[in-house]
């Protein structure tokens, strides 16, 4: 199942953004902060990462350059996001950035230029 792991150190946000990817039949992994998510990247090789820029510990454009660095992970897609403006993303590598608050169909557009349609669980129908 295709894996998108969400970066943010606001819970409210990565509930929702989860929420909405879970729904679109993805499979999300969370993480609070850069450093957490380089272990969940590790542990999970997640197909898109989805990152704030700001957070405590290790930031997102800081994961995002460790990301990019790695031979193993470097062709992983990284959307950046912050309040801060794009020039926030300037030298991270990243494959996309979203300001922050975002717009679902905005994220949704993104996520479906790197990831192929989300498929449904084996057993289970899809809606009507």
Not at 11 to 38: K, T
Not at 65 to 79: G, H, N, S, Y
Request: proline fraction near 9%; include cysteine; glycine fraction near 6%.
């Amino acid at each position: 199942m295709t894996t998108i792991l969400i970066v943010d150190d606001e819970e409210p946000v990565r509930d929702f953004l989860s929420q909405f990817l879970e729904d679109a039949g993805y499979r999300v992994i969370q993480a609070i902060n850069g450093a957490q998510a380089l272990t969940a990247t590790a542990h999970d090789r997640p197909d898109l990462v989805i990152a704030d820029i700001m957070m405590p510990v290790l930031s997102g454009a800081e994961l995002c350059r460790r990301l990019k660095a790695q031979a193993d992970t470097w062709a992983i897609p990284v959307i950046l996001m912050s309040s801060a403006g794009e020039r926030a993303a300037d030298g991270t590598g990243a494959d996309a950035f979203v300001d922050k608050p975002f717009v679902l169909d905005e994220m949704e557009a993104l996520v479906r230029r790197w990831l192929p349609p989300a498929k449904p669980e084996p057993g289970s129908h899809p809606s009507p």
